[in-house]
């Protein structure tokens, strides 16, 4: 059987968890806690820096969560493709992964990583910097949801877009001027497997340095 070392809180986590879930693909979750030490040694092992989420399929170790579903669409296929047959579709679900990890995710986790480091001094360029990055994002997505029709169907897109948005709203809102977007990002709250993830990571919330909103 399958088996996912990650963390119920973690957004990448959450990215591969997504996939396995939307195909109801079998697998066995592994965690990454003080508790099981043997999970965090195949994690490290794994690759150059011994980050989560690793797909294991026998020997085989998988790392970083586009790879693990590009690696999940190839070899155990569900009724839905996660990553669409046409080469040209693919390229732009690729695309659209590139920029919910690059332009959302890392730029939110800055502004994490700031806090963790010095939460009482975070304030300052490095974080308007995270806020105006954002920003201008979010306006990018709003424009380009006029085109991306709303779905029941989790591809590539939907596993890289729901935890992207879902952190990055806790650092910096989706505000009234992107209606898209936050109806979207609430559309993507409402999938079953993504509700799921929503509410295992649930227990994990007082991890947030920035502290969680009461919402969500």
Known sequence: MLALYGHPFSSYTWK?????????????????????????????????????????DGDNLIFEST?????????????????????????????????FDNYVMNVMQVAVDEYIRDGANAAGPRIDEVHAKLQRTYAWLEGWLEYYPYSEYISLVECAA???????????????????????????LSLPPVQRCVEDARPYRDFFPLGAPDRD
């Open 16 to 56: 591969a968890l997504i996939a396995l879930y939307a195909d109801d693909t079998p697998f066995e979750f592994r965690i990454i806690d003080a508790d099981h030490p043997e999970h965090a040694e195949v994690v490290a092992g794994a690759g150059p820096l011994g980050k989560f989420p690793v797909l294991a």
């Open 67 to 99: 790879s693990i579903i590009e690696y999940l669409a190839k070899h155990y296929p569900g009724e839905s493709p996660l990553i669409p047959h046409d080469l040209d579709a693919a390229i732009a679900i690729r695309m659209l992964d590139r920029v």
């Open 162 to 188: 729901a935890p992207s948005l879902f952190y990055a709203d806790w650092v910096h809102p989706i505000g009234d001027e992107f209606p898209r977007l936050r109806a979207w990002r609430a559309h993507l």
